[in-house]
Protein backbone atom coordinates (compact mmCIF):
# COMPACT_ATOMS: atom_id res chain seq x y z
CA UNK A 1 0.00 0.00 0.00
CA UNK A 2 0.94 3.53 0.40
CA UNK A 3 0.03 7.01 1.90
CA UNK A 4 -0.13 10.16 0.66
CA UNK A 5 0.38 13.80 2.97
CA UNK A 6 -0.34 16.75 0.79
CA UNK A 7 2.09 19.20 1.42
CA UNK A 8 5.03 19.23 3.74
CA UNK A 9 4.03 21.23 6.43
CA UNK A 10 0.98 20.27 8.77
CA UNK A 11 -0.50 22.78 10.92
CA UNK A 12 -1.67 20.96 13.57
CA UNK A 13 -1.19 19.49 16.70
CA UNK A 14 -3.00 16.38 16.18
CA UNK A 15 -2.95 13.22 13.89
CA UNK A 16 -5.41 10.95 12.42
CA UNK A 17 -4.76 8.13 10.18
CA UNK A 18 -6.56 5.53 9.03
CA UNK A 19 -6.68 2.71 5.93
CA UNK A 20 -9.07 1.52 2.74
CA UNK A 21 -10.27 -1.57 2.02
CA UNK A 22 -10.62 -4.81 3.21
CA UNK A 23 -8.58 -6.37 6.18
CA UNK A 24 -8.93 -10.42 6.06
CA UNK A 25 -6.51 -13.30 7.35
CA UNK A 26 -3.90 -10.86 9.07
CA UNK A 27 -3.38 -7.87 11.35
CA UNK A 28 -2.24 -3.91 11.67
CA UNK A 29 0.58 -2.49 13.46
CA UNK A 30 0.95 1.44 13.46
CA UNK A 31 3.81 3.08 15.18
CA UNK A 32 5.20 6.78 14.94
CA UNK A 33 8.71 7.56 15.09
CA UNK A 34 9.30 3.56 15.49
CA UNK A 35 7.22 3.45 18.58
CA UNK A 36 4.15 1.42 18.86
CA UNK A 37 1.02 3.50 18.88
CA UNK A 38 -1.91 0.64 17.94
CA UNK A 39 -3.54 -1.94 16.24
CA UNK A 40 -6.67 -1.03 15.07
CA UNK A 41 -8.06 0.20 11.31
CA UNK A 42 -7.19 3.90 12.68
CA UNK A 43 -5.41 6.09 15.10
CA UNK A 44 -5.58 9.33 16.28
CA UNK A 45 -3.10 11.14 18.40
CA UNK A 46 -4.29 14.11 20.06
CA UNK A 47 -0.95 15.53 20.40
CA UNK A 48 2.18 15.49 18.08
CA UNK A 49 5.34 17.52 18.72
CA UNK A 50 6.21 20.05 16.62
CA UNK A 51 8.95 18.67 14.28
CA UNK A 52 9.79 15.90 11.62
CA UNK A 53 8.24 12.76 12.54
CA UNK A 54 7.42 9.27 10.68
CA UNK A 55 4.12 7.43 10.63
CA UNK A 56 4.32 3.61 9.78
CA UNK A 57 2.08 0.86 9.10
CA UNK A 58 2.55 -2.77 8.57
CA UNK A 59 0.17 -5.32 7.54
CA UNK A 60 0.83 -8.56 8.56
CA UNK A 61 -0.46 -11.47 6.60
CA UNK A 62 -1.99 -14.99 8.08
CA UNK A 63 1.63 -16.18 7.54
CA UNK A 64 3.19 -13.04 9.36
CA UNK A 65 4.87 -11.46 6.29
CA UNK A 66 4.93 -7.93 6.43
CA UNK A 67 4.27 -5.39 4.25
CA UNK A 68 5.51 -1.82 5.34
CA UNK A 69 3.94 1.96 3.61
CA UNK A 70 5.91 4.67 5.31
CA UNK A 71 5.49 8.49 5.08
CA UNK A 72 7.56 11.32 6.58
CA UNK A 73 5.92 14.91 7.89
CA UNK A 74 6.40 17.86 9.57
CA UNK A 75 4.47 18.93 12.05
CA UNK A 76 4.75 22.91 12.43
CA UNK A 77 3.07 24.59 15.16
CA UNK A 78 -0.46 24.83 15.38
CA UNK A 79 -2.36 27.74 14.20
CA UNK A 80 -2.92 30.00 17.05
CA UNK A 81 -5.70 33.36 16.80
CA UNK A 82 -4.11 36.19 15.84
CA UNK A 83 -4.12 38.94 18.33
CA UNK A 84 -6.38 41.96 18.49
CA UNK A 85 -4.03 45.34 17.95
CA UNK A 86 -6.65 48.30 16.73
CA UNK A 87 -8.81 49.84 17.50
CA UNK A 88 -8.57 49.16 21.32
CA UNK A 89 -11.64 47.68 22.33
CA UNK A 90 -14.66 49.85 23.32
CA UNK A 91 -13.12 52.54 20.78
CA UNK A 92 -15.42 55.19 19.55
CA UNK A 93 -14.53 56.16 15.89
CA UNK A 94 -14.91 59.33 13.47
CA UNK A 95 -16.98 58.41 10.45
CA UNK A 96 -15.10 57.70 7.44
CA UNK A 97 -13.01 54.35 7.01
CA UNK A 98 -12.04 51.94 9.75
CA UNK A 99 -8.55 50.15 9.97
CA UNK A 100 -8.11 46.97 11.71
CA UNK A 101 -4.69 45.47 12.70
CA UNK A 102 -3.92 42.58 13.95
CA UNK A 103 -0.81 40.29 15.03
CA UNK A 104 0.75 37.77 12.72
CA UNK A 105 0.18 34.08 13.64
CA UNK A 106 2.49 32.06 12.82
CA UNK A 107 2.02 29.49 9.57
CA UNK A 108 -0.67 31.59 8.40
CA UNK A 109 -1.06 31.60 4.82
CA UNK A 110 -4.00 34.24 5.39
CA UNK A 111 -6.63 35.72 7.38
CA UNK A 112 -10.51 36.07 8.27
CA UNK A 113 -12.30 38.93 9.12
CA UNK A 114 -16.07 38.50 10.48
CA UNK A 115 -18.74 41.37 11.82
CA UNK A 116 -21.33 41.11 13.64
CA UNK A 117 -23.79 43.11 15.39
CA UNK A 118 -23.77 41.27 19.30
CA UNK A 119 -21.06 40.05 21.16
CA UNK A 120 -21.65 36.51 20.56
CA UNK A 121 -21.32 36.59 16.90
CA UNK A 122 -25.21 35.49 16.59
CA UNK A 123 -25.80 37.93 13.68
CA UNK A 124 -23.14 37.89 11.78
CA UNK A 125 -23.36 41.12 9.46
CA UNK A 126 -20.10 40.36 7.11
CA UNK A 127 -17.07 38.43 6.56
CA UNK A 128 -14.16 38.67 4.12
CA UNK A 129 -11.66 35.79 3.95
CA UNK A 130 -8.41 35.35 1.81
CA UNK A 131 -6.68 37.97 3.08
CA UNK A 132 -3.26 38.05 3.03
CA UNK A 133 -1.99 40.80 5.08
CA UNK A 134 -2.88 41.90 8.88
CA UNK A 135 -5.05 44.63 8.38
CA UNK A 136 -8.15 45.22 6.49
CA UNK A 137 -9.93 48.82 5.81
CA UNK A 138 -13.26 49.34 4.97
CA UNK A 139 -15.96 52.03 5.27
CA UNK A 140 -18.99 52.36 7.19
CA UNK A 141 -21.24 54.63 6.04
CA UNK A 142 -23.33 55.06 9.12
CA UNK A 143 -22.70 57.24 11.98
CA UNK A 144 -23.94 55.63 15.69
CA UNK A 145 -23.46 51.92 14.69
CA UNK A 146 -21.37 49.27 17.14
CA UNK A 147 -19.98 46.56 15.54
CA UNK A 148 -18.06 43.42 16.81
CA UNK A 149 -15.06 42.16 15.13
CA UNK A 150 -12.74 38.89 15.57
CA UNK A 151 -10.19 37.31 13.31
CA UNK A 152 -8.69 33.91 12.38
CA UNK A 153 -5.51 32.70 10.71
CA UNK A 154 -5.91 30.19 8.17
CA UNK A 155 -3.62 27.86 6.41
CA UNK A 156 -5.76 25.38 3.83
CA UNK A 157 -7.83 23.37 5.89
CA UNK A 158 -6.72 24.07 8.95
CA UNK A 159 -7.69 27.38 10.34
CA UNK A 160 -7.18 28.70 13.78
CA UNK A 161 -10.02 29.34 16.54
CA UNK A 162 -11.40 33.05 15.95
CA UNK A 163 -9.44 35.41 18.17
CA UNK A 164 -11.73 37.17 21.26
CA UNK A 165 -14.12 39.68 19.68
CA UNK A 166 -13.90 43.50 19.99
CA UNK A 167 -16.30 46.07 19.48
CA UNK A 168 -16.03 49.79 18.35
CA UNK A 169 -18.96 52.31 17.66
CA UNK A 170 -18.71 55.23 14.74
Same mark, same amino acid.
Given at each position: ??????????????????????????????????????????????????????????????????? =?????????????????????????????????????????????????????????????????? =???????????? =??????????? =??????????????
Amino acid at each position: GSVHVKGSDVPAIGLMADIQGPISDGSLAWYLDAQFVDNGTSIELPNVATGIHVLSLIAYNAYQLAD =TSEVEFKVVSALAPPDLVAPPDGAQLAPGPVLLDWSPSEGAISYRVQFASDPGFGKIAAEFGNLGA =TEFSFGTGQEGV =TLFWRAMAEHG =TSPSGWSLGRSFTI
